[in-house]
């Protein structure tokens, strides 16, 4: 059964309070317990001198009161003490500026003196508590990347950066070949001579900025590593995990999971909406709720990262600080955003955080309980969230049917070079994952290397890098497969593949594509029923377009199971395609209201509604439901067998 928890900082309460916390959180329901991830100043106040007591006390109140602890490395907070000691630890902006001391995550993830300090404590840390009976796992760090820190121009970043292409390319010349430099006179004739792709007069080439994206996401592979290393080592049998974001591609996910027994994100469904790409009337009609989309999406994200082990880490329990606007949650959406959680898999929701701090950068985030330590609407909603669990019991596994292909790497490709402003990678994923659920299906969003066998269908977003291999494993399954634009226009040193696009796709699918269009807001290709926006393909081949434009001109071709789409669908096209993949292979749909989502987990389906108004489920289900009604009230939740 899914588990609650929250988030605690015992260094920003009265030690008087502790108890009391602990013995009220297990009351609310919950397990778990975070705590740590930024107390080195209160650790370790003085270089080398450690302050043990105050955090044995914790762990011995937390552990006592029956709550199991899930322990941070403090290494996303150095102190100023460290910072002063080794200044250039800082990371570097795209301008050239220091990122100082004054909030957090002010580290370059190459500098090696700071990795050195980041091992210190954490072995120290592992060595105190590693066989603690309370500690049931380990946060590494605290969202890497928040705040825009993972990719960092200093020095040691440079360093690090020469060391990773001598380790890539046999040699300078391969490089210079790999990455065009003819072009612009920009050969260079060692290593040594190569910067980090800034500052330049116009843009970079590139080649050279994926690379340089490619490294930065490999440093904090190995940031990570370190530290996982020296916890599996001095505190076995313990799960080690670091909690993602929203939204983020900055670094290769996939990559950082191989090394971690759990994926873990911190889900804050207002926030995003408000900070991400959504429309006016969608950011106005889902302002309490979320996108009905949001939370599953990364529900679905993260649980393909570590071999389906996932938890939310942070639960928004009220309106946080962060984003332009932060209006409340409608009554009811904790709750139901607690249980889509379980509905997806997960294994722990934790909330952000247990009490609001009356101090400090956060003191407008709201936790479960109010500063003056009385119960929030987000603990009322905890207690609900905990005898709804009980009443559901154990959960059946998720179910496989449409697997939809994440590459990290192509959003950096497009982010190096877009070509059209509004050429979105996520933008693209997302709205086809939301097409998806809008027609009551499931989705695993996986990696490219991940397993296939099982599903029904597979949808590729835009895979511009695409191996001849996985052309051959995709073809091989006999599902319907889907891959949408700029598949395949690219090799994997950023350059366009012998033939032109769609490169290695063109013996499955055989179609040339000579030139892409980007197309500014309002101007639209016009299909027949639909519209293509923001990016159009002109297609050679013999093949008949299975959808086109109304003159004529194709825009999906088909040959056997795969499909290529030859530009940015609109929500008529993306539902057409999909009805059609899933005739072909007997996957039933249904139109769902636009603000309903289903999921199921092993024989058991639940439905959310998102919206403002109640939604009439008749249409959907007419079995008894374990919970909620069959009108479905707003921010309600209803289950069936
Ligand atoms: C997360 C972060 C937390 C806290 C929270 C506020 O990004 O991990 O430490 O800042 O946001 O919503």
Redesign the pocket.
């Known amino acids: 059964m899914m588990r609650l928890g929250c988030c605690y900082y015992p260094e920003h309460w009265p030690e008087e309070m502790w108890a009391e916390d602990a013995r009220r959180m297990v009351d609310m329901g919950l397990t778990r317990v975070r705590i740590g991830e930024f107390a080195w100043s209160r650790i370790e106040p003085q270089p080398w001198r450690y302050d043990w007591a105050w955090l044995d006390r914790a762990i011995e109140t937390l552990h006592g009161a029956g709550l199991g602890i899930i322990l941070g490395t403090p290494t996303a907070t150095p102190p100023k003490w460290l910072v002063d000691k080794m200044p250039d630890m800082l990371a570097i902006d795209g301008q050239g500026d220091e990122r100082r001391f004054g909030s957090r995550r002010h580290y370059c993830f190459s500098h090696l003196g700071y990795r050195g300090e980041c091992a210190r404590i954490t072995a120290a840390l592992v060595e105190r508590y590693g066989n603690h009976p309370g500690i049931v796992a380990w946060q590494t760090d605290?969202?890497y990347g928040?705040h825009d820190t993972i990719v960092s121009y200093s020095h040691s970043a440079a360093q690090g950066f020469r060391r990773w292409l001598e380790r890539r390319y046999p040699d300078v010349a391969a490089l210079n070949t790999a990455w065009g430099n003819v072009f612009w006179s920009q050969e260079y004739r060692s290593f040594a001579e190569i910067d980090p792709p800034f500052l330049t007069v116009t843009e970079p080439n590139p080649a050279h900025v994926l690379d340089y994206r490619r490294f930065a996401s490999d440093e904090v592979v190995s940031f990570n590593r370190a530290q996982v290393d020296i916890l599996r080592a001095g505190s076995p049998g313990r799960d080690i995990v670091h909690?993602y974001?929203g939204f983020f591609t900055e670094f290769d996910h996939h990559a950082v999971s191989r090394d971690l027994d759990v994926a873990t994100w911190?889900n804050?469904p207002i926030g995003f909406l408000e900070q991400f790409w959504f429309s006016r009337d969608e950011k106005l009609r889902y302002a309490r709720q979320g996108h009905p989309d949001i939370a599953a999406f990364h529900h679905d994200l993260y649980r393909g990262c570590a071999n389906g082990r996932w938890w939310v880490m942070?639960q928004q329990p009220g309106p946080?600080n962060?984003a332009a606007h932060n209006p409340a949650p409608m009554p009811g959406m904790v709750r139901l955003w607690t249980l889509e959680a379980a509905a997806h898999g997960a294994e722990l929701v934790s909330y952000?955080r247990w009490r609001q701090a009356p101090f400090g950068q956060?003191m407008h985030?709201a936790g479960l309980l109010r500063p003056d330590s009385v119960d929030d609407v987000g603990a009322h909603e905890a207690r609900a969230v905990a005898s709804d669990l009980a009443a559901l019991g154990d959960l059946g596994p998720p179910p496989k049917s449409v697997a939809l292909l994440f590459s990290y790497e192509a959003a950096w490709l497009f982010e190096a070079q877009p070509q059209g402003r509004s050429f979105r990678y996520m933008e693209l994923v997302f709205g086809m994952y939301s097409a998806l659920r809008r027609m009551g299906l499931d989705v695993d969003i996986v990696p490219v290397d991940a397993p296939l066998d099982g599903y029904k269908m597979v949808v590729a977003p835009s895979l511009p890098i695409l191996g001849a291999d996985l052309v051959e494993r995709l073809a091989g399954l006999g599902i319907p497969v889907l891959f949408g634009p700029r598949s395949g226009s690219r090799t994997r040193d950023f350059q366009i593949p012998d033939g032109l696009p769609p490169g290695n796709l063109r013996s499955a699918v055989p179609i040339t594509i000579p030139c892409v269009e980007s197309l500014r807001e309002g101007l639209i290709e016009q299909g027949d029923g639909f519209d293509i926006n923001r990016w159009f393909e002109h297609v050679e081949t013999d093949l008949v377009a299975e959808e086109a434009l109304t003159d004529g001109r194709g825009v999906v071709y088909a040959n056997g199971s795969l499909r290529y789409l030859a530009g940015w669908p609109d929500e008529v096209l993306l539902s057409r395609l999909f009805t059609r993949m899933a005739a072909e292979v007997a996957i039933e749909t249904v139109a769902l209201p636009a603000d309903l989502r289903l999921r199921r987990a092993g024989d058991m389906t639940f439905a959310f509604n998102y919206g403002p108004e109640p939604i009439d489920l008749g249409a959907i289900t007419d079995r008894p439901l374990i919970i909620g009604e069959h009108l479905l009230p707003p921010a309600g939740v209803a289950t069936w067998r």
Do not use: A, G, I, L
């Open positions: 605290n969202e928040c909690n974001m911190d804050y942070e946080v962060w952000f956060e985030h």
